[in-house]
């Protein structure tokens, strides 16, 4: 079993719709969890990071983490065609290192969901 | 500001060579970190480093290999190269600070290396 589980999709959904992105996991050494987006061909971009339980916003996306019941989600509101993309979740521990600062380096990632929004 | 940069964009190689993948960070990040990326096994960690030294590593066999150098640049190395190596190789770099702060991992976007 894959320490970060999400539903490949693909979603298929229309403008102006709202999306729920779902992932799951089972290290409960995650602290800080995050979600990306990616283009094809290009390398993932940060949307959303949070560290704690409950929602944090950015604009149309909303970023809710539940850690008792170690599950993410990411909402995005009035979808447009310009959303379509990948969304991968991402979650790690963090390290501190007293010479060196903090690193969560070691992001693990959950396999992507597809999004396509169609006009 | 600059982003992530990785040289080359797209690479061909054949079995049992070996490659060498350029990564140059964002100004002022001195942590970078490689990932592999596939379709059927998506993002996976390979190793970060920070000032010139290996701090963490992935589940990847020794013909992985890495480094930086003083001006926090980073190569990784494949040697003897296996058709499941193609993939996209990304490189990402953060800002570290001590106390934690929001930092933020930052991607280029990637090299696309062929195995034929």
């Known amino acids: 079993q894959k320490e970060v589980e999400q539903d490949p999709g693909p979603l298929s959904v229309p403008e102006g719709a709202i999306v729920s992105l779902n992932c799951t996991y089972s290290n409960s050494a995650f602290q800080y969890f995050m979600w990306y987006r990616q283009y094809s061909r290009k390398g993932p971009e940060l949307l959303m990071y949070t560290y704690s339980s409950g929602n944090k916003e950015d604009g149309r996306f909303t970023a809710q983490v539940d850690k008792s019941s170690k599950y993410i989600s990411l909402f995005i509101r009035d979808s447009q065609p310009s959303d379509s993309a990948t969304y991968l979740c991402a979650m790690s521990p963090l390290k501190v290192f007293n010479a060196g600062g903090t690193s969560y380096g070691k992001l693990t990632f959950g396999q992507g969901t597809i999004l396509t929004v169609h006009p | 500001k600059a982003g992530v940069t990785q040289t080359p964009r797209y690479l061909i190689k054949t079995r049992g060579q070996q490659v060498t993948l350029s990564c140059s960070p964002i100004?002022?990040?001195?942590?970078v970190s490689w990932y592999q990326q596939t379709p059927g096994q998506g993002l996976q960690f390979l190793f970060e480093?920070?000032?010139?030294?290996?701090?963490n590593k992935g589940n990847f066999p020794g013909r992985f290999s890495g480094r930086q150098f003083s001006n926090s640049r980073s190569e990784m190395n494949v040697s003897t190269l296996e058709l499941g190596d193609s993939a996209l190789y990304l490189c990402?770099?953060?800002?570290?600070?001590?106390?934690?702060?929001?930092?933020?991992?930052?991607f280029g976007s990637g090299t696309q290396l062929s195995v034929l």
């Open positions: 990402a770099s953060s800002w570290t600070g001590y106390p934690p702060t929001n930092e933020k991992l930052f």
């Open positions: 480093y920070f000032s010139e030294t290996q701090r």
């Open positions: 100004s002022g990040h001195r942590s």
